[in-house]
């Protein structure tokens, strides 16, 4: 809530996405390290989502920052970094559906067996 606010107020200076985005590498090491599910499948989705939001911040750091000098029209047909987040933003729902659908069938399979013992 703090980084949001943060990120609200100081939205005038170049500098608040590097502060933000330096939170997100340190929680997205933590998620890296730790890994706090049980289950392996929510641990990577989760890593990849914090990936993606890292990538997002450093995406929004490139345009803003790093290219704060260049003329719009330039500025305006780097497509790259922006085809890179969609392509992950796609990956990360697909995950999400994926892992989605295995907890709904583990859930299904789990309430047969409770029905025949």
Known sequence: MILG?????????????????AFSLAFFMFIIINLPFTNVFQNYRCALIHATMLFTLLTTNYYRSMKSTTPMEIKGRIYT????????????????FVVLAYEVYQLIKFWRVQKKT
Do not use: H, N, Q, R
């Open 5 to 21: 606010f943060y990120s609200a107020v100081k939205s005038d200076y170049d500098e608040s996405t590097l502060i933000i985005m």
């Open 81 to 96: 970094p922006a085809i890179i987040e969609l392509i992950l933003m796609v990956c990360c729902i697909g995950i999400s």
